[in-house]
Antibody, heavy 121, light 108 residues
Framework: EMQLVESGGGLVQPGRSLRLSCAASGFTLEDFAMHWVRQAPGKGLEWVSGITWNSGTMGYADSVKGRFSISRDNAKNSLYLQMNSLRAEDTALYYC??????????????WGRGTMVTVTS | EIVLTQSPATLSLSPGERATLSCRASQSISRYLAWYQQRPGQAPRLLIYDASNRATGIPARFSGSGSGTDFTLTISSLEPEDFAVYYCQQRSNWPRLTFGGGTKVEIK
């Protein structure tokens, strides 16, 4: 069974950093683009960042560009999101999502359960 | 940035009725649109990709259509488990992807 498990969320003060991880099992991560999608409490989905299968192209939402950095380690079957200069508006449930394709991305066909990030003083 | 506008925000229907959800793009995105379903407390689930292709395991009552700027998700006959929030998402503008604001399908 294909599965994604996120970790690394928690309570953090504004301005601080956090690194999210996503561990894949049941499939080979290196064949597919991967993404981070977030959902603030009671709100809709927001695509945060994506990366192609070979890390050739990374994309970011305007709201996080320059503060967040996506990376992957195909040998470890893992995806990461380094989040710096966190703001209150970054508070959300962060989902890791597998793409159907390697490059370009198509759609997100496998999702994790999410890890909660709360930014508060 | 390509903005996706979904309408209506809420759709109140009874089981067995037909649901028609709309997603409009701020500029042409060809057929590069996907639809997702999110039930309360669950992660989203891919329903449709590239406007009209059903994802693996998705029932035939779900269908998608459209191209350019106007897209539709149709649920031919609502089952109890279909009452949920639906999102559209475009991939035309990679590496900048966007979601629509969502349509909630609720029981009337």
């Amino acid at each position: 069974e294909m599965q994604l498990v996120e970790s690394g969320g928690g309570l953090v003060q504004p301005g601080r950093s956090l690194r999210l991880s996503c561990a894949a099992s049941g499939f080979t991560l290196e064949d597919f683009a991967m993404h981070w999608v977030r959902q603030a409490p009671g709100k809709g989905l927001e695509w945060v960042s994506g990366i192609t299968w070979n890390s050739g192209t990374m994309g970011y939402a305007d709201s996080v560009k320059g503060r967040f950095s996506i990376s992957r380690d195909n040998a470890k079957n893992s995806l990461y999101l380094q989040m710096n200069s966190l703001r209150a508006e970054d508070t959300a449930l962060y989902y890791c999502a597998k793409d159907m394709n390697g490059d370009p991305p198509y759609a997100f066909n496998i999702w994790g359960r999410g890890t909660m990030v709360t930014v508060t003083s | 940035e390509i903005v996706l506008t979904q309408s209506p925000a809420t759709l109140s229907l009874s089981p067995g009725e037909r649901a028609t959800l709309s997603c409009r793009a701020s500029q042409s995105i060809s057929r590069y649109l996907a639809w997702y379903q999110q039930r309360p407390g669950q992660a989203p689930r891919l329903l449709i990709y590239d406007a009209s292709n059903r994802a693996t395991g998705i029932p035939a009552r779900f269908s998608g259509s459209g191209s350019g700027t106007d897209f539709t998700l149709t649920i031919s006959s609502l089952e109890p488990e279909d009452f949920a929030v639906y999102y559209c998402q475009q991939r035309s503008n990679w590496p900048r992807l966007t979601f629509g604001g969502g349509t909630k399908v609720e029981i009337k």
